[in-house]
């Protein structure tokens, strides 16, 4: 992933690599020292790039698609909608230590599948964590959410995630996922 803005960011670069049932491999460019740096265990609950996300919640987000009952518990709740869209709405009650958060409800539209709303819990019965996913275009046969927003409700903060440009299946060479690849930029 390459940052074209805001200007705070522009240039800075991401990369994860994903382990099923374990934390990504993450790195992270930062242009203004010119160099990559490796996100530890210890830096896993930091804000990334500034934003309401944190690197553990880019792991939970990549790796939730492949759990399964031994990584959370789920149960499906009455349908509800989100922005207009019929959801069925799903309650994961995660069951690994390196998932931190107690439980997370899923809103999925119903012709799509896509993700419309995710609330994430600790102890508190208000959300730690809201992502909300609108603007739903198809790439391909992929629906992407071209617009996001990350909330933080105790805090009050947010931050508005805006997708430029997606391309799958692009028949890239593994060289492409590498800190090599981070530091030249997109190409």
Same mark, same amino acid.
């Given at each position: 992933?390459?940052?074209g803005s805001?200007?705070?960011?522009?240039?800075?670069a991401f990369?994860?690599?994903?382990?099923?049932?374990?934390?990504?491999?993450?790195?992270?460019?930062?242009?203004?020292?010119?160099?990559?740096r490796? &996100? $530890?265990?210890t830096?896993?609950?930091q804000?990334?790039?500034?934003? @309401? %996300?944190?690197?553990?919640? !880019?792991?939970?987000?990549?790796?939730m698609?492949?759990?399964t009952?031994?990584?959370a518990?789920?149960s499906?709740?009455?349908?509800?909608?989100?922005?207009?869209v019929?959801?069925h709405?799903?309650?994961?009650?995660?069951?690994?230590?390196? &998932? $931190?958060?107690?439980?997370?409800v899923?809103?999925?539209?119903?012709s @799509? %599948?896509?993700p419309?709303? !995710?609330?994430?819990?600790?102890?508190?019965?208000?959300p730690?964590?809201?992502?909300?996913?609108?603007?739903i275009?198809?790439?391909?046969?992929i629906?992407?959410?071209?617009?996001?927003?990350?909330?933080?409700?105790a805090?009050g903060?947010?931050?508005?995630?805006?997708v430029v440009?997606?391309?799958?299946?692009?028949k890239?060479?593994d060289d492409a996922?590498?800190?090599?690849a981070?530091?030249?930029?997109p190409q």
């Amino acid at each position: 992933m390459f940052f074209g803005s805001p200007p705070e960011v522009k240039g800075t670069a991401f990369l994860a690599i994903t382990h099923k049932g374990k934390p990504a491999d993450q790195w992270l460019y930062l242009p203004e020292l010119q160099r990559v740096r490796q &996100i $530890t265990s210890t830096a896993r609950t930091q804000s990334f790039v500034g934003t @309401d %996300l944190t690197y553990h919640d !880019l792991d939970i987000l990549t790796e939730m698609t492949s759990w399964t009952e031994d990584d959370a518990a789920s149960s499906l709740r009455a349908d509800e909608t989100v922005d207009e869209v019929a959801c069925h709405v799903v309650e994961l009650a995660p069951k690994r230590d390196d &998932i $931190t958060y107690k439980k997370i409800v899923l809103w999925l539209g119903k012709s @799509d %599948l896509v993700p419309r709303r !995710l609330e994430f819990f600790g102890d508190e019965a208000e959300p730690t964590k809201r992502i909300t996913q609108r603007d739903i275009r198809k790439v391909g046969p992929i629906p992407v959410a071209y617009q996001t927003k990350v909330e933080t409700p105790a805090s009050g903060s947010s931050t508005d995630v805006v997708v430029v440009e997606t391309q799958f299946n692009q028949k890239l060479d593994d060289d492409a996922f590498t800190q090599r690849a981070l530091e030249q930029g997109p190409q």
